[in-house]
C-alpha cells in the first residue's frame, strides 16, 4: 500500500514538474470533436427515435379520429334534416337564440368532439413512448396541456367578452344612454383583462406580478365606469331622488290636481300593440 | 292554395245569428264577462250556445247558453297556444259547427261586430274570420309596420290585423289550428303566439275580414317595448321560417281590399324628436352590428336618413321594406344572436314610427301610408326569395 502510494506521488511531481506541451497532437484534438460530436448526434438521435413513433401516433390517431368525426357529423346532419330536428325543436322552443341551428351545433360538437378525443389518445401515446426515451417529459407534457386549457380559456373568454359587450351596447342603446359605446368598451375590456390573468395564470407565466398587474388594471377600469355613469348620470341620479322627494312630500299634502310630465304624456300617446 | 278573399259581405251583418256555435272566451273581469255573455244570450236567442272560458260563472245562469269551465292560462295578451288548443279540443268534442274566440275586452266589441264575426263562420262561407278595427293612426304600429306587411307579401294575406286578438273560425280550421296549439303545449309552451293566417293560407283555407269598428285593445301586462316586439317579431320570424317552403312560391296576389272604417286624427300631440334621436344615437353606435345584417344599400340610406331634420323625417316604404326582409335573413342565418338582432332591429322600427307620424302629420291617410308600406314589402318580395335562398348575394 505504501509502495503504490509512493509510486502515485512520483508520478504527480513528474507531471507538474514538466511544463506541458505548447501544441497538442491535432489528430487528437478531431479525435476528441469528432466523439462529442458523434455522441451529441447519437444522443439526439436517439431522442429522435424514441420520440418518432409517439409523433407518428399523435398524427395517425388525429387523422383517424377527425374522419371519424367527419363522418359521424355528416350522418348526424343528414339524419337530423331527415327527421326535420330544427323545426320540431323550434316548435317546442321557441326561444332558442344561439346563432347556430341545433343541427349544426350537434354535427359540429360531434366533429370537435372525434378531434379532441383523437388528440387525447395521440397525446397519450405519446406520453407513453415519450417517457421511456427523453428525460424531459415530466416538465414538457403538462405544460402542453397547461397551454391547451389556456387557449381554451382564451377563446372562451374572447367569446363571453364579444357576447357581453354587444348585450350591453344595444341595451344602452335602447335605453338611450348617449355612453353606450363606452360601457361596452368597458364591460368587454373587463372581460379580456380577466381571460388574459387567467390565461397566464394558467400557463404558470408572471406569478405575482400578473396577479398585481391584473388588480390594478380590472379595479382602473370599474373605478372608470363607475366615475363615468356616476357622472354621466348625474341629472338623472338627481331627477330620481327629487322625484322621490316629491312623492313623499305628495303624500304629506296631497296636490288639489295631478299633473303629468309633457314627456311622459307625449310618450303614452303611442300604442305599439 | 290559399284562396284569401276579401269579397264584401256586409249582409251578413244584418243577416239574423245562426248558433251551434262555441265561443271561447278569454279570461276578464267579471263584469265584462256578464255583458258579453248578455250580449250573446240576445245575439243568439233560439240556438243553444256552447260558452267555453275559465272565468269563474258559478251562481249565473244565462237562458240558453250552456257554460264549460276551461284550464285557465297565464298570459292576458295576445290569445295563445293554450286557448287555441282548448277551444279547438272543446269544440270538437261538443261537435260545435264554428268557434268564436273572444279575447280580453272583448265586452268593447259590439253586437254587429260579434254576429258578423259568427255569421261568416257558421254559414261556411270562410274558414277563418279575422276582424278588422278602427285604431288611431298612432296606435297597432307593430301591426302596421311589420305584421301586415310581412304577412301580406309572404302569405298573400290582406287581413290587416293577423294578430288579432277577436277572430272565428270553421271546424276544418280548429282542426288544424288545434293540432298545431297542442304540439305547442305538449312541448311546454303554453304561451306560444299561434298565427292563423299562416295556416289558413298554408291549408287553403279561405278568410275574410269583418269591419267591427272601434275596441278597447289590451295592452300587454308588460310595457317595455323592448321586450313585447321581441316576442311578437321573433314568433312571427320563426313562423315564417317554418313555412318558408309555401310563401317562396309565386302566387297571386289577393284583390284589392275593401275600404274598411279608419279613425284619422291621431290620440293627443305625438313628438317624433324622441325617437328620431334614438335612431341617430343607434345609428353612431350599432353600425357594426348593423353591417352584419343589412345590405350596403340600406346602410347608405340610413347614413342619409341620420341627417334628417325631425320635421322632415321620413323612412322610404322600399328601404323599410329591405330592412325587415335583411333582419328576416339574418333570423334565418343566425348571423348573430337572434337576441341581439331583434334589439338591433327596434331603434329602426322606431324610426318608421317617426317616419309614419310625419306622414300622417302631414295629411295623408295612415291607412294610405300602411297600403304603400304593404305594397313595398309585396314588389320587393323577389329580393326576400333570392336572399332566403342564396343569401351571400349580399351587395345587390
Given at each position: 500500500?505504501?509502495?503504490?502510494?509512493?509510486?502515485?506521488?512520483?508520478?504527480?511531481?513528474?507531471?507538474?514538474?514538466?511544463?506541458?506541451?505548447?501544441?497538442?497532437?491535432?489528430?487528437?484534438?478531431?479525435?476528441?470533436?469528432?466523439?462529442?460530436?458523434?455522441?451529441?448526434?447519437?444522443?439526439?438521435?436517439?431522442?429522435?427515435?424514441?420520440?418518432?413513433?409517439?409523433i407518428?401516433a399523435?398524427?395517425?390517431?388525429?387523422?383517424l379520429?377527425?374522419?371519424i368525426?367527419?363522418?359521424?357529423?355528416?350522418i348526424?346532419?343528414?339524419g337530423?334534416?331527415?327527421?326535420?330536428?330544427?323545426?320540431?325543436?323550434?316548435?317546442?322552443?321557441?326561444?332558442?337564440?344561439?346563432?347556430?341551428?341545433?343541427t349544426a351545433?350537434?354535427?359540429?360538437?360531434?366533429?370537435?368532439?372525434?378531434?379532441?378525443?383523437?388528440?387525447?389518445?395521440?397525446?397519450?401515446?405519446?406520453?407513453?413512448?415519450?417517457?421511456?426515451?427523453?428525460p424531459?417529459?415530466?416538465?414538457?407534457?403538462?405544460y402542453?396541456?397547461?397551454?391547451?386549457?389556456?387557449?381554451?380559456?382564451l377563446?372562451a373568454?374572447?367569446?363571453?367578452?364579444?357576447?357581453?359587450?354587444?348585450?350591453?351596447?344595444?341595451?344602452?342603446?335602447?335605453?338611450?344612454?348617449?355612453y353606450?359605446?363606452?360601457?361596452?368598451?368597458?364591460?368587454?375590456?373587463?372581460?379580456?383583462?380577466l381571460?388574459?390573468?387567467?390565461?397566464?395564470?394558467?400557463?404558470?407565466?408572471?406569478?405575482?406580478?400578473?396577479?398585481?398587474?391584473?388588480?390594478?388594471?380590472?379595479?382602473?377600469?370599474?373605478?372608470?365606469?363607475?366615475?363615468?355613469?356616476?357622472?354621466?348620470?348625474?341629472?338623472?341620479?338627481?331627477?330620481?331622488l327629487?322625484?322621490?322627494?316629491?312623492?313623499?312630500?305628495d303624500?304629506?299634502?296631497?296636490?288639489?290636481?295631478?299633473?303629468?310630465?309633457?314627456?311622459?304624456?307625449?310618450?303614452?300617446?303611442?300604442?305599439?300593440? | 292554395?290559399?284562396t284569401?278573399?276579401?269579397?264584401?259581405?256586409?249582409?251578413?251583418?244584418?243577416?239574423?245569428?245562426k248558433?251551434?256555435?262555441?265561443?271561447?272566451?278569454?279570461?276578464?273581469?267579471?263584469?265584462?264577462l256578464?255583458?258579453?255573455l248578455a250580449t250573446?244570450?240576445?245575439?243568439?236567442?233560439?240556438?243553444?250556445?256552447?260558452?267555453?272560458?275559465?272565468?269563474?260563472?258559478?251562481?249565473?245562469?244565462?237562458?240558453?247558453?250552456?257554460?264549460?269551465?276551461?284550464?285557465?292560462?297565464?298570459?292576458?295578451?295576445?290569445?295563445?297556444?293554450?286557448?287555441?288548443?282548448?277551444?279547438s279540443?272543446?269544440?270538437?268534442?261538443?261537435?260545435?259547427?264554428g268557434?268564436?274566440?273572444?279575447?280580453?275586452?272583448?265586452?268593447?266589441?259590439?253586437?254587429?261586430?260579434?254576429?258578423?264575426?259568427?255569421?261568416v263562420?257558421?254559414?261556411?262561407?270562410?274558414?277563418?274570420?279575422?276582424?278588422?278595427y278602427?285604431?288611431?293612426?298612432?296606435?297597432?304600429?307593430?301591426?302596421?309596420?311589420?305584421?301586415?306587411?310581412?304577412?301580406?307579401?309572404?302569405?298573400?294575406?290582406?287581413?290587416?290585423?293577423?294578430?288579432?286578438?277577436?277572430?272565428?273560425?270553421?271546424p276544418?280550421?280548429?282542426?288544424?289550428?288545434?293540432?298545431?296549439?297542442?304540439?305547442?303545449?305538449?312541448?311546454?309552451?303554453?304561451?306560444?303566439?299561434?298565427?292563423?293566417?299562416?295556416e289558413?293560407?298554408?291549408?287553403?283555407?279561405?278568410?275574410?275580414?269583418?269591419?267591427?269598428g272601434?275596441?278597447?285593445?289590451?295592452q300587454?301586462?308588460?310595457?317595455?317595448?323592448?321586450?313585447?316586439?321581441?316576442?311578437?317579431?321573433?314568433?312571427?320570424?320563426?313562423?315564417?321560417?317554418?313555412k318558408?317552403?309555401?310563401?317562396?312560391?309565386?302566387r297571386?296576389?289577393?284583390?284589392?281590399?275593401?275600404?274598411?272604417?279608419?279613425?284619422?286624427?291621431?290620440?293627443?300631440?305625438?313628438?317624433?324628436?324622441p325617437?328620431?334621436?334614438?335612431?341617430?344615437?343607434?345609428?353612431?353606435?350599432?353600425?357594426?352590428?348593423?353591417?352584419?345584417?343589412?345590405?350596403?344599400?340600406?346602410?347608405?340610406?340610413?347614413k342619409?336618413?341620420?341627417?334628417v331634420?325631425?320635421?322632415?323625417?321620413?323612412?322610404?316604404?322600399?328601404?323599410?321594406?329591405?330592412?325587415?326582409?335583411?333582419?328576416?335573413?339574418?333570423?334565418?342565418?343566425r348571423?348573430?344572436?337572434?337576441?341581439?338582432?331583434?334589439?338591433?332591429?327596434?331603434?329602426?322600427y322606431?324610426?318608421?314610427?317617426?317616419?309614419?307620424?310625419?306622414?300622417?302629420?302631414?295629411?295623408?291617410?295612415?291607412?294610405?301610408?300602411?297600403?304603400?308600406v304593404?305594397?313595398?314589402?309585396?314588389?320587393?318580395?323577389?329580393?326576400?326569395?333570392?336572399?332566403?335562398?342564396?343569401?351571400?348575394?349580399?351587395?345587390?
Open positions: 500500500m505504501e509502495r503504490f502510494l509512493a509510486t502515485m506521488l512520483q508520478t504527480v511531481q513528474d507531471y507538474n514538474s514538466q511544463p506541458p506541451p505548447l501544441i497538442s497532437d491535432n489528430g487528437s484534438i478531431w479525435h476528441h470533436m469528432s466523439d462529442a460530436l458523434h455522441q451529441s448526434v447519437y444522443r439526439v438521435l436517439s431522442l429522435l427515435i424514441a420520440v418518432l413513433p409517439g407518428l399523435v398524427f395517425v390517431a388525429l387523422t379520429f377527425t374522419l368525426g367527419m363522418a359521424l357529423s355528416t348526424l346532419r343528414k337530423f334534416t331527415f327527421l326535420k330536428f330544427d323545426e320540431r325543436l323550434n316548435r317546442g322552443n321557441s326561444e332558442w337564440t344561439p346563432s347556430s341551428s341545433p351545433l350537434i354535427a359540429r360538437a360531434a366533429f370537435w368532439g372525434c378531434v379532441l378525443l383523437g388528440l387525447i389518445i395521440g397525446v397519450s401515446a405519446f406520453d407513453v413512448s415519450y417517457a421511456t426515451g427523453a424531459l417529459p415530466v416538465s414538457m407534457l403538462p402542453l396541456t397547461h397551454f391547451v386549457g389556456a387557449v381554451l380559456l377563446i373568454g374572447t367569446l363571453i367578452a364579444r357576447f357581453l359587450a354587444r348585450s350591453v351596447l344595444i341595451g344602452a342603446v335602447n335605453a338611450q344612454l348617449q353606450a359605446r363606452f360601457l361596452s368598451l368597458g364591460v368587454k375590456w373587463l372581460v379580456l383583462v381571460t388574459a390573468a387567467m390565461v397566464l395564470d394558467h400557463l404558470q407565466v408572471g406569478g405575482n406580478v400578473v396577479e398585481l398587474a391584473f388588480g390594478i388594471l380590472f379595479g382602473g377600469i370599474v373605478l372608470t365606469l363607475s366615475l363615468a355613469i356616476g357622472l354621466g348620470s348625474r341629472d338623472l341620479v338627481s331627477r330620481s327629487e322625484g322621490r322627494v316629491d312623492r313623499s312630500t303624500k304629506t299634502h296631497p296636490p288639489q290636481t295631478e299633473t303629468v310630465p309633457a314627456s311622459e304624456e307625449r310618450h303614452e300617446s303611442i300604442r305599439h300593440f | 292554395m290559399a284569401t278573399n276579401s269579397v264584401p259581405n256586409a249582409h251578413l251583418a244584418d243577416a239574423p245569428a248558433a251551434g256555435m262555441l265561443v271561447f272566451v278569454a279570461p276578464m273581469a267579471a263584469e265584462s256578464a255583458n258579453i250573446l244570450t240576445s245575439l243568439f236567442p233560439d240556438e243553444s250556445l256552447l260558452v267555453a272560458t275559465p272565468n269563474d260563472t258559478s251562481g249565473t245562469t244565462y237562458p240558453g247558453l250552456r257554460v264549460i269551465t276551461t284550464q285557465a292560462t297565464n298570459a292576458v295578451w295576445p290569445l295563445t297556444a293554450a286557448d287555441f288548443a282548448h277551444a279540443n272543446a269544440a270538437k268534442e261538443n261537435g260545435a259547427r268557434v268564436m274566440m273572444l279575447g280580453p275586452g272583448a265586452d268593447s266589441l259590439s253586437t254587429a261586430a260579434l254576429r258578423g264575426l259568427a255569421n263562420v257558421s254559414d261556411s262561407t270562410f274558414d277563418l274570420a279575422l276582424p278588422h278602427a285604431l288611431p293612426p298612432n296606435a297597432g304600429l307593430v301591426n302596421s309596420a311589420i305584421l301586415y306587411p310581412l304577412n301580406r307579401a309572404l302569405f298573400g294575406s290582406r287581413a290587416r290585423f293577423p294578430l288579432s286578438i277577436d277572430l272565428a273560425f270553421s276544418r280550421m280548429a282542426e288544424r289550428l288545434a293540432g298545431i296549439a297542442q304540439r305547442f303545449v305538449n312541448s311546454n309552451q303554453s304561451d306560444a303566439i299561434i298565427w292563423p293566417v299562416s289558413a293560407a298554408v291549408a287553403g283555407l279561405s278568410v275574410d275580414e269583418i269591419e267591427v272601434t275596441r278597447v285593445l289590451p300587454p301586462a308588460e310595457p317595455n317595448i323592448n321586450a313585447i316586439l321581441t316576442l311578437v317579431t321573433g314568433s312571427l320570424f320563426a313562423d315564417i321560417e317554418a318558408a317552403a309555401f310563401w317562396q312560391r309565386p297571386r296576389l289577393p284583390p284589392e281590399p275593401r275600404n274598411f272604417g279608419a279613425i284619422h286624427g291621431i290620440e293627443g300631440e305625438v313628438d317624433v324628436a325617437m328620431v334621436e334614438a335612431f341617430r344615437l343607434a345609428f353612431s353606435n350599432l353600425q357594426e352590428i348593423w353591417s352584419l345584417v343589412l345590405a350596403p344599400n340600406s346602410l347608405l340610406g340610413l342619409r336618413l341620420s341627417v331634420d325631425p320635421s322632415a323625417f321620413r323612412m322610404a316604404e322600399n328601404l323599410w321594406a329591405r330592412i325587415v326582409f335583411d333582419f328576416l335573413v339574418a333570423w334565418r342565418l348571423t348573430l344572436n337572434r337576441g341581439h338582432l331583434l334589439g338591433a332591429l327596434i331603434p329602426l322606431l324610426a318608421w314610427v317617426a317616419g309614419h307620424l310625419n306622414v300622417v302629420k302631414s295629411g295623408t291617410s295612415s291607412e294610405t301610408h300602411v297600403e304603400a304593404a305594397a313595398a314589402f309585396e314588389s320587393d318580395k323577389q329580393y326576400i326569395v333570392s336572399r332566403w335562398r342564396w343569401p351571400d348575394r349580399f351587395n345587390s
